[in-house]
């Protein structure tokens, strides 16, 4: 008798007990500084894992196979390499600010090359949240770049998201983007992180940061209303579909360009750039080798993230962009929506993140589940600190999944809401994706630099932003309007000028050196 009331015990522990490590975000950070053998990214492998985003529907990519057979684009004005949402909201903000200008003689012809399906890198196989920061890391953040910079890279999430938000309302796509203002917890497991949240809140708001709609919870508030036992805060969030996002960006993109006659839109999908050199063409700058054929243009666009080192070889290793495999399940709950509420979450210091799926949409069920239809699908992604040292850090293949990765997902929503999923239960899909992680955690956003002397002179006309340090939803169509607006004012032989919102230390011409 006493051996089986032990054995109970023993077994409550265990499924009480998160099945992750607790504080070790600054261990990771080590190691993403430590100088690897710095080889450069290879291109994306050509036969990712099967996201929830890109193949839980077959209408889900329409754009998957655009432009991938037939001639090539063989010379454009701007070529946009990379279909992610950074690479497609740089070619909808090019398009609309020719839009807004008389139309010249000749449309400005922009092409996007993707080395695989349209968006099947980390934007087709991410955790959908559209959350911006609201105060986190504020203190660490200012202490490094200072307070303005802090201010504003708060401002570029807000800037960035709010936008997003009103384009789909404003053309009505709410339901077809999934979008969900379902808002966000963060769980807070250990005492620091409490500690942390704390300071950091404070030190936004003094410095003037609007934390009005951010709440504290203490952990008998989050046990009554969410049945999780750890105190937390909650923000304003979204989650929503990206590629279904990133396709309507296509679709205006192109939309405008052509009925404004101020541009068109190219998309060469199933296209690797394997090389950019010097044209010899002398109306282009640029001669970008894909196994198609070459096409010359005067302006490229490096959108390519984890894996831009495969054509910047000087964004390798710590100084630069490391490619870094983040891991997400879609796991029935064993509760219905109402239960489970359509708030997004996020725990362990941003290493968990997830969120419930909408029930109204049809494509919420990826397999027949008889009876259990009210309950919704969760996209669970995090597990990385499980295989510490190496954090899944330097890893550009997305064509499996870590089993390691993969066991901690699938025990840890049962022990942070005990009884409101099913231990030990699989889950509908899994999937990887690869992530363009920075030492200091913010995108490179400008023009392509020397890194030995900081000139733009052996790149000139070539601009990147990539590296967001899987936190790109709320920063990547911000940062690409700033590079979409310096492209085209130096085509116009035109001044820039920088938005309030951009922080400074995100232009690539503040990070030489570092
Ligand atoms: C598993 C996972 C979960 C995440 N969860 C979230 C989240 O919930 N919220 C959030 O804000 N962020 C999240 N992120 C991060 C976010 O998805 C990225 O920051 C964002 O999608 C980056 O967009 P991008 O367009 O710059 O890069 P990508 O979407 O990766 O696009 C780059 C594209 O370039 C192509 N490419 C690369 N090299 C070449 C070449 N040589 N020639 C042609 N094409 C090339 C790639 O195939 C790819 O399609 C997550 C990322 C992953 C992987």
């Known amino acids: 008798m006493r051996s089986s009331v032990a054995a109970l015990l023993i077994r409550l522990i265990m499924i009480m007990a998160l099945p992750v490590f607790l504080n070790v975000l600054a261990e990771e950070q080590t190691v993403l500084e430590r100088p690897v053998g710095a080889e450069p990214a290879p291109l994306p492998v050509p036969n990712p894992t099967k996201s929830f985003w890109i193949d839980s529907t077959a209408d889900a990519n329409p754009l998957a196979k655009e432009g991938s057979h037939g001639a090539l684009t063989h010379d454009a004005d701007i070529c946009i390499i990379g279909s992610g949402i950074t690479g497609v909201s740089a070619a909808y903000h090019i398009s609309r600010l020719l839009a807004a200008q008389p139309a010249p003689e000749t449309p400005l012809k922009v092409t996007i090359l993707e080395a695989r399906d349209f968006c099947s890198g980390a934007t087709g196989r991410n955790g959908g949240h559209l959350t911006p920061v609201a105060f986190q890391e504020f203190v660490e953040y200012a202490a490094l770049y200072g307070v303005d910079d802090a201010v504003r890279a708060i401002a570029l999430e807000h800037h960035t998201t709010g936008d997003i938000v009103k384009l789909i309302r404003e053309s009505g796509k709410e339901a077809e983007t999934d979008l969900i203002a379902g808002g966000h917890v963060s769980l807070l497991f250990t005492e620091p992180e409490v500690v942390k949240a704390r300071a950091d809140y404070a030190a936004a708001k003094a410095a003037g940061v609007q934390v009005d709609d951010v709440g504290f919870l203490t952990k008998e508030e989050v046990q009554q209303t969410y049945g999780a036992a750890y105190p937390g805060f909650r923000t304003p969030g979204h989650n929503i579909w990206p590629l279904k996002l990133v396709t309507h960006l296509f679709k205006i993109a192109k939309d405008t360009g052509a009925n404004s006659s101020t541009s068109s839109l190219f998309l060469h999908t199933n296209t690797p750039v394997t090389s950019v050199t010097p044209s010899d063409a002398t109306s282009r700058r640029w001669n970008l080798t ?104 330097n890893i550009a293949d997305d064509s499996v999944v870590s089993p390691v990765v993969g066991n901690t997902l699938r025990r840890f929503l049962p022990a942070v809401f005990p009884g409101k999923y099913e231990e030990g239960r699989e889950p509908e899909m899994e999937w990887t994706g690869i992530m363009g992680y920075t030492k200091t955690g913010d995108p490179f956003v400008g023009p392509v630099l020397n890194p030995a002397t900081g000139s733009s002179d052996l790149f000139k006309g070539q601009y990147i932003s990539a590296g967001y340090t899987g936190h790109g939803m709320p920063r990547a169509y911000g940062c690409a309007e700033a590079v979409a607006g310096m492209i085209i004012a130096d085509i116009q032989g035109k001044d820039w000028s920088i938005p309030d919102w951009l922080p400074r230390h995100h232009l690539t011409q503040n990070r030489v050196n570092e």
């Not at 027949?368 to 995090?382: A, K, M, T």
């Open 290 to 393: 894909t196994p198609r054929g070459s096409i010359a243009c005067s302006y490229v666009l490096h959108a390519t993230n984890a894996y831009a080192s495969h054509l910047l070889p000087a964004l390798r290793g710590p100084s630069g962009i490391i490619p870094t495999r983040g891991q997400v399940i879609a796991l029935r709950a064993a509760v219905t929506s109402e239960e489970i509420t359509r708030t997004g979450w996020g725990g362990n210091e941003g290493f968990e993140y997830w969120f419930p799926r909408p029930l109204s949409n049809i494509s919420n069920s990826t397999s027949s589940n008889p009876g259990q239809e009210r309950n919704p699908l969760v996209i669970l992604g995090g597990g990385r600190e499980s295989t510490r040292p190496d954090f899944e850090l």
